[in-house]
């Protein structure tokens, strides 16, 4: 081993040998990750008792940025399948079901589909999926939609509360189960996939955008606590 990666071992600052690439980049993007999965407001999801209706407003604006890096990844994607799979993920989950949910949890909760102010955090977390559809770099997008699914996988499978209103419950549902765990198991694979034939110089882009995607779900969090 030469001194130069030994000196890189020391530090964690390059993917392990065996570690696969997602697991890697969860790892480096501490403690903001574990902040994010087991935040107070997700806790307040679980429980039934978190105020939703701002959350979701300003959701509602994630959610429409983050369908258009959707056809970003479809359009960047670098094999059939995988276009498949994405496109099959916004045109079932995101365009019918979580729609429908938005439009419901926000009508229940006198909310706005178009909120006139938008949270900091929303305006930064918006700049960032737009900034990486616009740059079409697969892995760059891959990143940004890894940490959204992934964290909000994370926390809502945690097993804590007996949220009953259809308004924590949906959401809790619509980020667990089965077909949810594939639905992420999919994005991490293909990071596992393209992570090894990037250089030094790529996996450090990916890890700068899922660091800073991870920074912004512990804020948007923090936002929605209040
Ligand atoms: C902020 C945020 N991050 C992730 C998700 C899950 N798609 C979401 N709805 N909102």
């Not at 935040?39 to 994630?62: C, K, N, V, W």
């Amino acid at each position: 081993m030469s001194e130069r990666s030994e000196r890189i071992d020391e530090h964690n600052e390059e993917p392990e040998s065996r570690a696969p690439f997602s697991a890697w980049l969860r790892s480096q993007s501490e403690p903001d990750w574990t902040a994010v999965v087991t935040h107070p407001f997700a806790a307040a999801i679980h429980s039934g008792t978190a105020d939703m209706r701002r959350y979701l407003e300003q959701d509602f604006q994630f959610v429409d940025a983050f369908t258009a890096l959707l056809g970003a990844a479809v359009a960047a994607a670098d094999t059939f399948e995988a276009r498949v799979a994405v496109g099959r993920f916004l045109g079932q989950t995101v365009a019918d079901t979580e729609r429908g949910y938005f439009h419901r949890a926000l009508a229940e909760l006198g909310g706005e589909l178009t909120p006139p102010t938008l949270e900091p955090v929303t305006i930064e977390f918006r700049a960032l999926m737009d900034d990486v559809r616009r740059s079409q770099d697969y892995p760059l997008i891959l990143a940004v939609l890894c940490v959204a699914e992934w964290t909000y996988l994370g926390w809502a499978s945690r097993t804590v509360g007996s949220a009953e209103g259809f308004v924590h419950r949906e959401w809790i549902d619509l980020h667990s189960g089965p077909e949810f765990e594939a639905w992420v198991g999919f994005l991490r694979g293909e990071l596992d996939r393209l992570g090894p034939g990037l250089d030094e110089n790529g996996r450090a882009r990916v890890l700068d955008v899922f660091r800073r995607a991870t920074t912004l779900e512990r804020r948007f969090f923090d936002m929605a606590l209040g």
